[in-house]
C-alpha cells in the first residue's frame, strides 16, 4: 500500500505525532459550528411544528433563499456599498477627531479644564435622538449618515487616547528626561507608543458601534443602504430579507472587527497583556 | 571602543580649572516627599558630600535610606527640597547631556529592539547614529549580548535587561556616571566581570561615577571613597577611603585590607539590622 501513497514517505503526517491532541483539536474546533447547525434545526423543526406565519418568524431555509435571491439579483450590491462606505467613512473620522482631541486633551491639563466637560455632556446626549437633526441639517443621502456614525465612534477613541496618554510609566518619562529629552520627544518616544495598545481599545469598541450609527441614521431617513432596505423589506412583510440582510450586517461587524484585531497584532507585538481601558460606547 | 563619538556641547561638564576643585558639591541638601496617605517622609537630611572629577564613589546603605532619590536629584530629574547642588560650578538646574544613568529598574521601552534601546540617549541627543549604532554594537558586544540586539526586551532575563541599561547610559560617553544598582540582579561571575569592565571605562573615558550598591565587597572594590548611609532621615553616616592600589583585580577581595574596609562597613549596620 507504501507505493500507492500519494503522500511523500518522508513527510510524516502531523496528526500521528499527537493523536490524541488531534483529535481533541479537531472536536473544539467542529463544536461550534456543530452547534449552529442544531440550532438551525431546531429552529426550522419548531416553526413547522407550531406553524409560525412567515411573517412573523422565517424559517432557516427560507432566509437562506432570501439571501441568495438578494445577492444573485444584484438587490444587495448597491446598498450594501453604501452602508459599508457609511460605516468606514464615518469611522475614520470619528476615529481621527477622537484621536485629536484626546492628545490635545491628555497632554494639556488646560484643555481638559476647558473642552472635557462639553465633551462628556456631549457624549451624554442619546446619539439616536439627535439623528433627525442631523438628517435635516444635512440631508437624505450618505453624508448624514457618516457625521451620525461619526458622533458615535468618536468618543471611546477619545476616552482612550487620553487615558492612554496618561498611561507611559513615570519611569520610562524620567529615563527619557535624563538624558535631556524635550516634551515632543518624550510624547513621541514614549506616551504615544505607551498609548497605542488604549486607542486599539478604543478603535475595536467603535467600529462595531460604527455599524449602529449607520443603521440607525438610515433608519431615520435615506435613499439606500442596507438599512433603508431592511424598512422596505418590514414594509412588504418580508421577513426572511430582514433576517437575510441582517445577517449581512453582522458579517460587517465581525470583519471590521478581525481587521482592527489584525492589525492590533502587528502593531502591538510587544505588549504581551491587553489594556485595562475605557470602553466609552 | 574605538571611534570616538562626537559629544556635543550643550551643557556639557567643562574640565576642572583649577585641580583638586569638586566637580560635583552638596551643601546641606534636605529631600522631603509629600505624600497623601503616608506624609511627609524625609528621605534626605542634611547631605554634604564633594565628588572630584574622575572619582568613583560607591554607596551603601540599607534599603530606603535614599540612595535612589539623592541619585535623581544628581540627575536633575527629582526637585531638591533645600540645600545646595552645584556641578562644574553651576547651580544644577535639570538633566545634563554629559550624564549617564542607569536606573534601579531596566526601563527599557519594550516596542524598540535592545540595540534601540541602546540609542535611545543618541537619538534624543541628536548624535550621529551611524557612528552610535557602531558604539552601540561594541557596548553589547562588552556585557556579553552581542547576539541578542535585534531581539525586545520582552524576550530577555532580568540580567540582560539591566545590562541593556548600562549599555544606554554609555552609548554618549558621558563624563558623569550615576548608577543605581547596577548589578543587583546580575549572577556573581558576570558581576565581577563587568565590575573590571567598569573600572576599564572609568579610567578610558576619564569619567566620574556615583554607584550605589548593596554589596558591601563590592562598594569597597570599585570605589575611591565609600560613602555610608544611614536611615530615616536619609544621612551620611561615613565617608571612607579606600587604600587599595589601582588597576584593582580579583585577588584583591582576599586581601586583609580589603576584609578591614568591608568589617568597617557592616559595623554600621549591625545595629540596623542589615542593609537591602
Ligand atoms: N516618589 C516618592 N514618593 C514618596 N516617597 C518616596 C518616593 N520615592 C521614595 N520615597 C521614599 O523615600 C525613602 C527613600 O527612598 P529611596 O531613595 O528609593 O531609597 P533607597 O534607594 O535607598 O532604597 C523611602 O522611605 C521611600 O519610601
Ligand atoms: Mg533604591
Request: hydrophobic fraction near 40%; aromatic fraction near 4%.
Given at each position: 500500500m507504501a507505493a500507492t501513497d500519494?503522500?511523500?514517505?518522508?513527510?510524516?503526517?502531523?496528526?500521528?505525532?499527537?493523536p490524541v491532541r488531534a483529535t481533541r483539536w479537531s472536536e473544539s474546533r467542529a463544536l461550534s459550528p456543530l452547534l449552529l447547525v442544531a440550532m438551525l434545526l431546531l429552529w426550522e423543526a419548531l416553526i413547522h411544528l407550531f406553524d409560525v406565519p412567515a411573517i412573523v418568524v422565517p424559517t432557516p431555509s427560507a432566509v437562506a433563499v432570501a439571501m441568495w435571491e438578494g445577492i444573485a439579483s444584484g438587490l444587495f450590491w448597491p446598498h450594501f456599498l453604501v452602508t459599508l462606505w457609511e460605516i468606514i467613512a464615518g469611522f475614520g473620522i470619528g476615529s481621527v477627531v477622537g484621536i485629536a482631541l484626546g492628545v490635545l486633551i491628555g497632554l494639556s491639563p488646560l484643555m481638559e479644564r476647558l473642552v472635557y466637560p462639553y465633551v462628556v455632556a456631549f457624549q451624554t446626549l442619546p446619539k439616536v435622538a439627535i439623528a433627525p437633526i442631523i438628517v435635516i441639517w444635512f440631508g437624505y443621502g450618505i453624508s448624514s449618515k457618516i457625521i451620525i456614525t461619526a458622533t458615535i465612534a468618536f468618543f471611546p477613541l477619545l476616552a482612550n487616547t487620553i487615558v492612554g496618554l496618561r498611561s507611559a510609566p513615570r519611569e520610562q518619562v524620567e529615563m527619557l528626561e535624563a538624558c535631556t529629552a524635550n516634551r515632543w520627544q518624550i510624547f513621541r518616544m514614549i506616551r504615544l507608543p505607551q498609548a497605542l495598545p488604549y486607542i486599539f481599545v478604543g478603535l475595536d469598541v467603535a467600529v462595531v458601534l460604527s455599524v449602529i450609527g449607520a443603521i440607525v441614521g438610515e433608519f431615520v431617513?435615506?435613499?439606500?443602504?442596507l438599512g433603508y432596505l431592511i424598512l422596505q423589506k418590514n414594509f412588504s412583510f418580508d421577513m426572511a430579507g430582514v433576517f437575510a440582510i441582517l445577517i449581512i450586517l453582522s458579517l460587517i461587524g465581525v470583519g471590521l472587527h478581525l481587521l482592527v484585531v489584525a492589525i492590533q497584532r502587528r502593531v502591538l507585538f510587544w505588549s504581551e497583556a491587553h489594556a485595562n481601558s475605557v470602553t466609552g460606547a | 571602543m574605538t571611534a570616538p563619538l562626537?559629544?556635543?556641547?550643550?551643557a556639557s561638564v567643562p574640565a576642572p580649572s583649577r585641580p583638586g576643585e569638586a566637580l560635583v558639591r552638596i551643601e546641606a541638601l534636605e529631600k522631603i516627599y509629600s505624600t497623601r496617605d503616608r506624609g511627609n517622609i524625609h528621605a534626605l537630611s542634611d547631605i554634604h558630600l564633594d565628588v572630584a572629577p574622575g572619582e568613583f564613589l560607591t554607596i551603601v546603605g540599607p534599603s530606603g535610606c535614599g540612595k535612589s532619590t539623592l541619585l535623581k536629584i544628581l540627575a536633575g530629574i527629582l526637585k531638591k527640597t533645600s540645600g545646595q547642588v552645584r556641578v562644574a560650578n553651576a547651580e544644577l538646574y535639570g538633566p545634563n547631556r554629559d550624564l549617564g544613568v542607569v536606573f534601579q529598574?531596566?526601563?527599557?521601552?519594550?516596542?524598540?529592539?535592545v540595540i534601540d534601546n541602546v540609542l535611545v540617549p543618541a537619538k534624543v541627543q541628536k548624535l550621529d547614529m551611524g557612528q552610535a549604532r557602531t558604539r552601540a554594537r561594541e557596548l553589547l558586544e562588552m556585557v556579553g549580548l552581542s547576539g541578542f540586539?535585534?531581539?525586545?526586551?520582552?524576550?530577555?532575563s532580568g540580567g540582560m535587561q539591566q545590562r541593556v541599561g548600562i549599555c544606554r547610559a554609555l552609548i554618549h560617553k558621558p563624563k558623569f556616571l550615576l548608577m543605581d544598582e547596577p548589578f543587583g540582579a546580575l549572577d556573581a561571575m558576570t558581576r565581577e566581570q563587568m565590575n573590571l569592565e567598569l573600572m576599564r571605562i572609568w579610567k578610558e573615558q576619564e569619567a566620574t561615577i556615583l554607584l550605589v550598591t548593596h554589596s558591601i565587597s563590592e562598594a569597597v572594590f570599585l570605589a575611591d571613597r565609600v560613602v555610608v548611609m544611614s536611615p530615616r532621615p536619609g544621612r551620611i553616616a561615613e565617608i571612607m577611603p579606600v587604600d587599595l592600589p589601582r588597576p584593582r583585580n580579583l585577588e584583591m577581595f582576599n586581601t586583609p585590607v580589603f576584609g578591614k574596609h568591608v568589617g568597617a562597613i557592616r559595623r554600621h549596620f549591625q545595629s540596623e539590622g542589615g542593609i537591602d
Open positions: 500519494t503522500a511523500p514517505a518522508a513527510v510524516p503526517a502531523p496528526s500521528t505525532a499527537d431617513g435615506a435613499k439606500a443602504g | 562626537s559629544i556635543q556641547a550643550g529598574a531596566p526601563v527599557l521601552l519594550p516596542w524598540k529592539s540586539q535585534d531581539r525586545y526586551p520582552g524576550e530577555l
